[in-house]
Structure formats: C-alpha cells, structure tokens
C-alpha cells in the first residue's frame, strides 16, 4: 500500500480525447506502475476542465489497491496560439495556386491543438471592383471529430484574369472572328464567378444573344456554331431505295452537322426527322 499527500494547484494539460491512468500518475505517482493507457474520463472541451474529486480518487484507489491522500486534481485540454505561418499555410490550401495573399490580422485567443482549416464559403465576398479590400475569412481549428472552436484571419487576396470583350457588337447566331474579341488583364476575388474562355475556344462559336461592344464574352453566351436555323427553309433529300426525292422543308428547331431535326412539310403539314448534312440541307434515309 502506498499513501501519499499532494495538493495540485493548476490543470494539468491534456492533449487526446481521454483522460488515461498515464496522466494521472503524473499528477498523483501512486498511480504509477498501473496501465498508463487505461482511459479514466473523457477529456473536457476547450475552455473547460475536468476535476477528479479526492472521494473519486479515494474510489479508485481503492480498486487498484493503493491508498492515496490528496487534494482535487484537474485536467484541461492543451491550448496553444494561433502563427502567422500556420495561418498562411491554412489560408492557401484553400486558395487557387495562382491566388495573391497578404495576411493582415488573425485570432489571437489560445486555442486546441488540432487541425486550422478555412473553408472557401468562410470568405467574406469582396465589394465589387475591389478585390484587394481586406476582408474577414472565418475559420475553425477541429479537435475532435465533431468539435471545434472558430477563428478568424482578416487578408487580401485576389487573382489575375484574362478576359474577352466584345470588340463591337456580336449578332446572334453568327460565329465569332477573331477581329471581333479583344484581351483584357483584370484583378478579381480568388473564388468569383466561373474561369475565363479562352481566346482559342471561341473559334466556330456563337453568341445565344446578342453581345454588345465592351461586354464580357462568357461560355454561358456562346453557343456550339448550327449549320441549320430553326424556322430555316432546308433542302430535303428523301431517299426510297434506289428513288429518291428533293423539296423544301421547313426546320422546326437548329442542328448541327450529323445531328437529327424535325423538319415540317409545308405542302402536307407533317413533320419528320431528318439528318443535317451540310448548311441548308437535310437528308431522310
């Protein structure tokens, strides 16, 4: 039997998710020699504490056949603060590679140790036109795997975009020429809107709508060239065996070469599908 008399004055910190037999020997040595790793309790919550009672202790030194006389003994999870370089390194696994990033401020409470993560929706949006205001991003240091506690980094960051502008006015429908475009660099929030097109892309595609001069030329308003127009009159070349016949018909909706299109006859009023074949013609086998 061993007896032993200690006062504990502060908690001792805890680093896991339980309090073992290991951490209360190093606060009480009569604990000593027993298996370190047998878990005791749970370990609080950041900013909480854990005390172990001297009639608890009394109970389970009883259990382990050691005698024990001492003052409460408290645990509290290990708390640490935030680095300007843990933080950097948080912030860019978040951030496009090509992303600017200038930390200005960051939390400056303890916190536990675990894993500092800024997700992209934590990112307060930019005011339009000034990617390079900072702004808050909020975050969270993860300890266990359902809690947490918040932080937050007050930054600048911003990407450079290169963008197509109309260089005059582009019809509907009518593929793009190069004359038509022109290239501009501007500065614009890491996470904004959709990547540019590129300047090669746009070859052989159309506006949906009509794009003024100085307009923005994004995918959402461009459109796969069509040979045949809906409401388009096409050449129909109907082939019976070896017969075959040519009239006009009538496209009910645009296609492309090889795709298939109701076509109306506008003497019988039927409609049938037919194969685009070239601009303006129609083939049914």
């Not at 992303?99 to 949006?125: H, M, N, W, Y």
Request: proline share 6%; charged share 25%; net charge positive.
């Amino acid at each position: 039997m061993i007896a032993l008399l200690l006062a504990i004055g502060a908690c001792l910190p805890i680093e896991g998710d339980r309090i073992t037999m290991g951490d209360l020997a190093a606060a009480v040595p009569a604990f000593l020699g027993l298996n370190a790793k047998e878990p005791i309790g749970f370990t609080p919550a950041a900013g909480s504490q854990r005390r172990f009672s001297p009639g608890e202790l009394d109970r389970l030194a009883a259990r382990k056949g050691v005698t024990v006389h001492t003052e409460p003994v408290c645990f509290e999870r290990e708390m640490e603060a935030l680095t300007k370089e843990r933080v950097i390194a948080a912030l860019r696994e978040s951030l496009p590679e090509t992303a600017q990033l200038e930390l200005v401020d960051f939390s400056q409470a303890r916190i536990p140790k675990g894993v500092l993560e800024f997700p992209r929706d934590g990112l307060t949006p930019e005011r339009k036109g000034s990617p390079r205001d900072a702004v808050i991003w909020r975050g969270r240091v993860k300890y266990t795997a359902t809690q947490s506690v918040s932080v937050w980094a007050k930054a600048r960051t911003w990407v450079f975009r290169s963008r197509l502008i109309a260089a005059e006015d582009l019809p509907a429908g009518k593929p793009i020429e190069a004359r038509q475009i022109r290239i501009e660099s501007l500065e614009a929030g890491p996470f904004s809107g959709s990547e540019p097109i590129p300047e090669g892309d746009v070859a052989g595609l159309a506006p949906r709508r009509r794009i003024l001069a100085g307009q923005t030329i994004s995918r959402s308003l461009l459109e796969v060239r069509t040979e045949v127009a809906r409401g388009e009159m096409v050449g129909v070349e109907a082939h019976y065996g070896a017969a075959s016949l040519r009239f006009e018909g009538r496209a009910e909706a645009a296609g492309r070469v090889g795709g298939s299109i109701p076509v109306r006859n506008m003497e019988s009023g039927k409609t049938f599908h037919a194969r685009v074949v070239r601009k303006g013609s129609v083939a049914v086998e």
